[in-house]
């Protein structure tokens, strides 16, 4: 199994909605990530997990809140998001933080909108 | 400081030509370089990584690039482009050890038949 499960694919929600991103991977990786993706631009770091332990923290708003209940899980908290966060939102695993020993896997997205 | 430039946002290939997407990166380290590829709605996928062994690195689908250290270059090249290559290509730079990938700002691959 090399996939990444990203769910849901798509989310529309208002602004003082609470909702939730969710990935799992079962290929045995210890370190997870977070990356936004506007339209026609690269995808940005957000949050990195190195064993369930949060590792990095790209300055981002409070509105989203991470966590890695194990190391297959890792969800994305969303509230009082604004319109400008509508974007894809990747979700990526590799075996261990420290991106450059080996590939990062990606999820195929979370399409969130904000009205 | 490491980043990494994509020099053209938009290549236009005809279906059966070769295919060159140009990446200039620059790091003060020896880097770790890499090709994803992104279809439309879809996540991002490794088409090849060079991680200071052989500097011509085979990636899947037919493609390869090769690390220049003199140019500071790795272009990704293909001899005969395919319709299921047209995607987004970002070339990517990772230093040793670091937990973060930066990608270069993408190139649009049109295939046209």
């Known amino acids: 199994d090399t996939e990444v499960t990203q769910t849901p694919k798509h989310l529309v929600m208002g602004m003082t909605n609470k909702k939730s991103l969710k990935c799992e991977q079962h290929m045995g990786h210890r370190a997870m990530y977070w990356y936004k993706q506007k339209a026609k631009k690269p995808p940005e770091l957000m949050f990195v997990y190195s064993y369930e332990k949060l590792s990095i923290n790209e300055s981002v708003p409070s509105r989203f809140s991470p966590e890695c209940p194990n190391s297959s899980l890792l969800n994305l908290h969303l509230h009082a998001l604004q319109p400008e966060d509508s974007a894809l939102y990747l979700c990526?695993?590799?075996?261990?933080?420290?991106?450059?020993?080996?590939?990062?896997?990606f999820g195929e997205g979370s399409r969130l909108t904000v009205l | 400081a490491q980043s990494v430039t994509q020099l053209d946002s938009h290549v236009s290939v005809s279906e059966g030509t070769p295919v060159l997407l140009r990446c200039n990166y620059s790091s003060s380290y020896s880097p770790s370089l890499f090709w994803y590829v992104q279809h439309p709605n879809k996540g991002l996928q490794l088409l090849l990584k060079y991680t200071s062994a052989a500097t011509l690195v085979k990636g899947i689908n037919g493609f390869e690039a090769e690390f220049k250290k003199s140019e500071t270059s790795f272009h990704l090249t293909k001899p005969s482009a395919h319709m299921s290559d047209a995607a987004e290509y970002f070339c990517?730079?990772?230093?040793?050890?670091?937990?973060?990938?930066?990608f270069g700002t993408g190139t649009r691959l049109t295939v046209i038949p």
């Open positions: 990526a695993s590799s075996q261990v933080a420290g991106t450059n020993t080996g590939e990062l896997f």
């Open positions: 990517v730079v990772s230093l040793t050890g670091a937990n973060n990938l930066f």
